[in-house]
């Protein structure tokens, strides 16, 4: 037997890979997740010969302290060379409120803790999420029974750009920080909404935080070549007399987004929500992105797009980046967003992406039947792949 076979649950208990990726948003409402330790209680550990077979050694107990993740960690990456070495199990010495006692675990069980460790963040974030849906009626009943039965773990559907497990959708959530998969995920939500309310329009290009990340890598380097992706983007801006182009920046955890007209005056307008000045080196990689495309560069970077400020202890940055944009829409009648109406947005944003993701799972139209690509997505081509 492998190492891997030997060390993986199996799939029937609680905790097994399997067990994890079946659990939805109502069942980690009734789940009884184990307790983990907020500092260290494993004093000392070794490897032995034994293959434990007691329920304590191979299965979670009601009740059981699990061993903070520094704790298992360092017994978890020496398993396998000790498996090849002979040893079947960790003998470890555990100190729990004063009392220890000394306990043989299966390899299998150590991989447990692990598994517990990592998912209590997701499941509490899933359990936050439901609660909220049902305590605000952002959905209606048959929505909410609905969404009850979705697995936590499971992708949002219809994105091309951008792919994150449900229970991400959390980060809308009071003032929580957005995970930038999922303000990727908005704006082409934005983009959709526009380009079918538009559908003669094909002026409006939205796009994601990997462009500018790409942008700014790529124009400092010394060869100045166009990636696949730009190479496409700037395919298609040559066939479009006036692009409107959006796109959001993500640096040192913070957003900030950009706006560009190719009518006069043609500035590219800056929004942060702190107020701050815009990066010194988005204005040039712009300018050498837009040109030669038959549209004219900025000749400025415009005065802060976004008025209002948010708190100091708010992390609705993201939430402002996506309503900076969706103002800047030829047919928008967003209000403009303030730091004490922001949970009004965080609320519309949660139920936009759970209804389209309920729409793109039944239905799953052909994508290409009724979008045309102008970039490629991310994993399908390296940071700085030429066109060759």
């Known amino acids: 037997m492998s190492f891997i076979e030997y060390a993986t649950p199996v799939a029937t208990p609680k905790y097994s890979p399997q067990y994890f990726a079946s659990l939805t948003f109502l069942r980690v409402q009734e789940l009884d997740y184990p307790k983990i330790a907020t500092s260290s209680i494993v004093k000392s550990w070794s490897f032995t010969d034994n293959i434990p077979s007691t329920a304590l050694g191979t299965v979670i107990q009601p009740g059981e302290l699990v061993p903070f993740l520094d704790d298992v960690l360092p017994i978890s990456r020496e398993m396998a060379a000790a498996f090849a070495a002979g040893s079947r199990a960790v003998r470890v010495r555990l100190s729990i409120e004063g009392h220890e006692r000394e306990v043989e675990l299966h390899f299998s069980k150590i991989r447990v803790y692990v598994a517990i460790n990592n998912h209590s963040r997701a499941i509490a974030a899933a359990r936050e999420l439901y609660l909220h849906i049902v305590t605000t009626s952002l959905l209606s009943r048959v929505d909410i029974l609905f969404?009850?039965?979705?697995?936590?773990?499971?992708?949002?559907?219809?994105?091309?750009?951008?792919?994150?497990?449900?229970?991400?959708?959390?980060?809308?959530?009071?003032?929580?920080?957005?995970?930038?998969?999922?303000?990727?995920?908005l704006l082409e939500l934005q983009y959709l909404q526009e380009t079918s309310a538009s559908i003669h329009?094909?002026?409006?290009?939205?796009?994601?935080?990997?462009?500018?990340?790409?942008?700014?890598?790529?124009?400092?380097?010394?060869?100045?070549?166009?990636?696949?992706?730009?190479?496409?983007?700037?395919?298609?801006?040559?066939?479009?007399?006036?692009?409107?182009?959006?796109?959001?920046?993500?640096?040192?955890?913070?957003?900030?987004?950009?706006?560009?007209?190719?009518?006069?005056?043609?500035?590219?307008?800056?929004?942060?929500?702190?107020?701050?000045?815009?990066?010194?080196?988005?204005?040039p990689s712009f300018c050498w992105f837009i040109q030669h495309t038959g549209h004219s560069v900025p000749l400025r970077v415009s005065l802060n797009g976004i008025r209002e400020i948010q708190g100091p202890q708010s992390?609705?940055?993201?939430?402002?980046?996506?309503?900076?944009?969706?103002?800047?829409?030829?047919?928008?009648?967003?209000?403009?967003?303030?730091?004490?109406?922001?949970?009004?947005?965080?609320?519309?944003?949660?139920?936009?992406l759970i209804v389209y993701h309920f729409i793109a799972s039944i239905h799953k139209p052909p994508r290409d039947s009724w979008t045309t690509p102008c970039a490629i997505a991310p994993g399908h081509i390296r940071r700085g792949q030429h066109d060759g």
Not at 215 to 238: A, G, T
């Open 147 to 185: 969404f009850s039965e979705l697995r936590i773990f499971d992708s949002i559907s219809g994105f091309d750009i951008t792919s994150f497990p449900l229970w991400k959708l959390s980060c809308l959530l009071g003032e929580t920080w957005l995970e930038e998969d999922v303000l990727n995920a």
């Open 201 to 283: 329009d094909p002026s409006i290009v939205i796009l994601p935080t990997t462009f500018s990340s790409d942008l700014q890598y790529l124009s400092q380097q010394n060869s100045r070549s166009y990636s696949r992706n730009l190479h496409l983007l700037r395919r298609r801006l040559r066939a479009i007399p006036s692009p409107r182009i959006s796109f959001a920046v993500c640096r040192f955890n913070h957003y900030t987004a950009y706006h560009y007209t190719a009518r006069s005056p043609v500035d590219l307008v800056h929004g942060d929500s702190l107020g701050g000045p815009a990066a010194t080196d988005v204005m």
């Open 315 to 352: 992390g609705s940055c993201g939430v402002a980046v996506v309503n900076f944009i969706q103002c800047r829409s030829a047919s928008s009648r967003t209000l403009l967003w303030t730091d004490e109406t922001s949970p009004n947005f965080r609320n519309k944003a949660i139920q936009d």
